[in-house]
């Protein structure tokens, strides 16, 4: 099963489009189906093989065999790294048609995609890659000379990972790269919305030599195949990325199988702090940046803006020019121009704009779009809300979209009230040139914070959330632990028995 691409770049892919296990593309047991769709048009690009829990018992066995067979601890670590390597060597020669699929399927701008999310994807690899030969343990020191302890970093074993449709092909990237690079093997799921270019990496996967059944990859719905990951007793850890109710469900499921060890990354309210000593016209670019980029769709989105009283009519006045600019860069992928394209799928479509209707019914201020942009696709114009009460449902949830909410704030107190006034800390940005504020205040959220920057994320830095924003942090060093079991070996040099 295949599916032929083109797009409107004049390029042209073919995708296998059965489920990628032990390194083949196989159909679904039942042989079930589902469509995958062109947010920019609405119309239908492939059918993909749809998993059953039946399908996923097949990958956890392929996973599992590899890893006690030939994967884990039995291949060394360097030569882990260097498939790792070898497979971001293949992401960049392939970069133009991955972030193509990718533009296809997800809407995100094929600019972006091919200068951002394949470029990262890359740099993940390698990072990981690097970093499989030299996650050692600690020899530790004890008061007595009778004995020495000693730690491993072991890999954990067969990984479930679930992710989302806003960065399909980098989410690929930050779940597999860290559990590969460590020894574990995996099941992922993909998002329904966003299968595609998940796909184009197995063929990759092959290419690059990794041995059948270490890496597994399923398409398929949450609640069958994500839920049957979650509650599986053959997996040993299961990572989400997604919405916070799906991460609750899979927590739980978790915790009623074999208590799996969980790495959740959720949703976020992240606020975007501007004080009045700013380089406003810096602000007002990472703010803009903060909400419109990806269409909105980022867990670490600026969706709250906070301004100091004192520079508020200022930064009004340049935001409203700014969306200007945005609102004229609304458009397909491929166009040149587009920074901003379709929301995801219908169902996203319809949630933001019912976020915007129940923001004016509760009384904010439109300030800028709150419409539908062109007469098809899932496009919304850029929106900015202002006069919004603290408890409203647009202050409060995640709206996963291209809305803000601008208010203003009088002194440090104040703001650190309204910024921590949601269940989210998953990030937050401080905009000043006192530097000495920006830390302190940095160092005061409970969020990783940018100063004077939004959204900027690389493979070297941790990331994750705060509160209800997630456990465990993607990406860096901090990875690793994610994905190993710490072990503690304890050697008698000159001991006898106590009794
Ligand atoms: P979702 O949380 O349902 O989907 C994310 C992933 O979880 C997908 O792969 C989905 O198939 C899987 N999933 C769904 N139900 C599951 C279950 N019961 N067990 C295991 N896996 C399951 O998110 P959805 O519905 O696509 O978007 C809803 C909202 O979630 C968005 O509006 C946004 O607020 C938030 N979201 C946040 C993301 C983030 O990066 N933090 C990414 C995607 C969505
Ligand atoms: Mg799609």
Same mark, same amino acid.
């Given at each position: 099963?295949?599916?032929?691409?083109?797009?409107?770049n004049?390029?042209?892919?073919?995708?296998?489009?059965?489920? =990628?296990?032990?390194?083949k =593309?196989?159909?679904?047991? !039942?042989?079930?189906?589902?469509?995958?769709?062109?947010?920019?048009?609405?119309?239908?690009?492939?059918?993909?093989?749809?998993?059953?829990?039946? !399908?996923?018992?097949?990958a956890?066995?392929?996973a599992?065999?590899?890893?006690d067979?030939?994967?884990?601890?039995?291949?060394?670590?360097?030569?882990?790294?260097?498939?790792?390597?070898?497979?971001? #060597?293949?992401?960049?020669?392939?970069? #133009?048609?991955?972030?193509s699929?990718?533009?296809?399927?997800?809407?995100?701008?094929?600019?972006?995609?091919?200068?951002?999310?394949?470029?990262?994807?890359?740099?993940?690899?390698?990072?990981?890659?690097?970093w499989?030969?030299?996650?050692?343990?600690?020899?530790?020191?004890?008061?007595s000379?009778?004995?020495?302890?000693?730690?491993?970093?072991?890999?954990?074993?067969?990984?479930?990972?679930?992710?989302?449709w806003?960065?399909?092909?980098?989410?690929?990237?930050?779940?597999?790269?860290?559990?590969?690079?460590?020894?574990?093997?995996?099941?992922?799921?993909?998002?329904?919305?966003?299968?595609?270019?998940?796909?184009?990496?197995?063929?990759?996967? *092959?290419?690059?030599?990794?041995?059948?059944?270490v *890496?597994?990859?399923?398409?398929?719905?949450?609640?069958v195949?994500?839920a049957?990951?979650?509650?599986h007793?053959?997996?040993?850890? *299961?990572?989400?990325?997604?919405?916070?109710?799906?991460?609750?469900?899979?927590?739980?499921?978790?915790?009623?199988?074999?208590l799996?060890?969980?790495?959740?990354?959720?949703?976020?309210?992240?606020p975007v702090?501007?004080?009045? #000593?700013? #380089?406003?016209? /810096?602000?007002?670019?990472?703010?803009?940046?903060?909400?419109?980029?990806?269409?909105?769709?980022?867990?670490?989105?600026?969706?709250?803006? =906070?301004?100091?009283e004192?520079?508020?009519?200022?930064?009004?006045?340049k935001?409203?020019?700014?969306?200007?600019?945005?609102q004229?860069?609304?458009?397909?992928?491929?166009?040149?121009?587009?920074?901003?394209?379709p929301?995801?799928?219908?169902?996203?479509?319809?949630?933001?704009?019912?976020?915007?209707?129940?923001?004016?019914?509760?009384?904010?201020?439109?300030?800028?779009?709150?419409?539908r942009?062109?007469?098809?696709?899932?496009?919304?114009?850029?929106t900015?809300?202002?006069?919004?009460?603290?408890?409203?449902?647009?202050?409060?949830?995640?709206?996963?979209?291209p809305?803000?909410?601008?208010?203003?704030?009088t002194?440090?107190?104040?703001?650190?009230?309204?910024?921590?006034?949601t269940?989210?800390?998953?990030?937050?940005?401080?905009?000043?040139?006192?530097?000495?504020?920006?830390?302190?205040?940095?160092?005061?959220?409970?969020?990783?914070?940018?100063?004077?920057?939004?959204?900027?994320?690389?493979? /070297?830095?941790?990331?994750?959330?705060?509160?209800?924003?997630?456990?465990?942090?993607?990406?860096?060093q901090?990875?690793?632990?994610?994905?190993?079991?710490?072990?503690?070996?304890h050697?008698?040099?000159?001991?006898?028995?106590p009794?």
């Open positions: 099963m295949s599916a032929n691409l083109s797009f409107n004049g390029g042209k892919s073919t995708v296998q489009t059965g489920l =990628f296990i032990n390194n =593309f196989q159909p679904a047991l !039942d042989g079930k189906t589902f469509g995958v769709v062109n947010p920019a048009t609405g119309e239908e690009i492939a059918q993909v093989s749809e998993a059953s829990a039946k !399908d996923i018992d097949v956890v066995k392929a599992r065999k590899a890893y067979e030939v994967w884990g601890e039995r291949t060394p670590a360097a030569q882990r790294g260097k498939l790792l390597m070898k497979l971001a #060597d293949l992401v960049e020669k392939h970069n #133009d048609e991955l972030a699929i990718e533009s296809l399927d997800n809407g995100k701008a094929f600019s972006i995609a091919s200068s951002f999310d394949v470029p990262s994807v890359a740099a993940n690899l390698r990072y990981f890659g690097g499989a030969d030299k996650n050692t343990g600690q020899t530790i020191e004890v008061d000379s009778a004995d020495f302890h000693y730690t491993r970093h072991e890999p954990i074993g067969v990984c479930g990972q679930i992710i989302p806003n960065f399909p092909i980098l989410m690929f990237a930050w779940k597999i790269a860290p559990a590969l690079a460590t020894g574990n093997t995996v099941v992922l799921k993909t998002a329904e919305q966003t299968p595609l270019s998940a796909l184009k990496m197995a063929e990759l996967i *092959v290419e690059a030599g990794f041995p059948p059944g *890496v597994n990859i399923v398409s398929g719905f949450g609640p195949a994500g049957a990951i979650s509650a007793m053959d997996i040993d850890k *299961v990572a989400f990325t997604g919405s916070t109710l799906v991460g609750r469900n899979v927590m739980k499921a978790a915790a009623s199988s074999n799996k060890k969980v790495t959740l990354e959720l949703g976020g309210k992240s702090i501007v004080f009045g #000593d700013a #380089d406003l016209d /810096q602000a007002v670019g990472w703010a803009a940046f903060g909400i419109y980029f990806n269409h909105g769709q980022c867990c670490c989105a600026g969706s709250r803006v =906070f301004v100091e004192s520079a508020y009519d200022e930064f009004m006045q935001l409203s020019a700014k969306v200007k600019q945005v004229g860069m609304v458009g397909d992928a491929f166009d040149k121009n587009t920074f901003q394209g929301q995801v799928s219908q169902l996203q479509f319809d949630r933001i704009m019912a976020h915007i209707e129940s923001g004016k019914k509760d009384g904010a201020t439109l300030v800028s779009g709150g419409a942009h062109g007469d098809k696709g899932y496009f919304i114009e850029p900015i809300f202002t006069d919004v009460k603290p408890d409203a449902k647009i202050a409060q949830e995640e709206i996963f979209g809305v803000l909410v601008v208010s203003k704030f002194d440090e107190a104040d703001l650190l009230k309204k910024a921590h006034d269940m989210y800390g998953l990030a937050a940005s401080v905009h000043t040139l006192n530097i000495k504020k920006g830390i302190s205040v940095a160092h005061k959220l409970k969020a990783g914070t940018g100063i004077n920057q939004h959204n900027q994320l690389t493979p /070297q830095v941790p990331f994750g959330g705060y509160k209800a924003s997630g456990i465990g942090r993607e990406m860096g901090y990875a690793l632990t994610n994905y190993t079991n710490v072990k503690a070996v050697l008698a040099l000159d001991k006898q028995a009794i």
